[in-house]
């Protein structure tokens, strides 16, 4: 299952940027942000993970030209990744989750809404629409995420959570850092030892 604040903090591994929309990340999931902020955050979501898959492509332009364009063609873009890396690619499934991005944010950039942490309302939107826009671009995030892990052939990182998985267990071996927990900052910044404590977790399960 999705859990959205994990796709959060994946993100703003990637992008220091996103960390202006915890409050507002917070607040649609307790109910009390506007659809405005809503629509706002899953565009900004769409962009820095769209941005950063088509980055990732071998046809990908330069910086400047995928930093300034409109969040269709970024996601367009974005789209030859997946398509190399994911060997369960479908094109129907990658649509359903891109679709919104054009049809429901609209084609507006909020590249400078980001770096300021500014929301501005939109209205014309109904709370189901809002709502729709924010997990997608939220599923889309956890998506990338995968598959780039795939592509570079590391372990997912998900697939390790829960009460009683490896994650738990490596972070009881260290403390959190900034809200990070010890087994996210080992994964992000020292892989290998996370591979390292996977095995001595595996041989302990096997005793």
Known sequence: MLDAFSVYDRLKHFFPEIEAFRVPLEEAYNGQSTIGKQIDLANAIYECVGKNAWANTAEAPVDSKIETAKITAILNGAKAFFEEHDPDYYEDIFSALITPAGRILGNRSTSGDIS?????????LSPAHAAMSLN????????????????????????????????EWLNTKGDRIGGASYSWLLYQHD?????????????????
Not at 144 to 155: D, N, P, R, W
Not at 191 to 207: L, R, T
């Open 191 to 207: 892989y290998d030892a996370y591979e390292a404590f996977f095995d001595e977790f595996q041989s302990i399960a096997d005793e």
């Open 116 to 124: 300021h942490g500014h929301l501005p309302s939109k209205k014309e």
């Open 136 to 167: 997608l671009a939220l599923s889309f995030a956890a998506y990338y995420f995968h598959i780039l892990e795939l592509s570079s052939g590391k372990m997912n990182y998900d697939e390790y959570a829960g009460e009683e998985g490896f994650n």
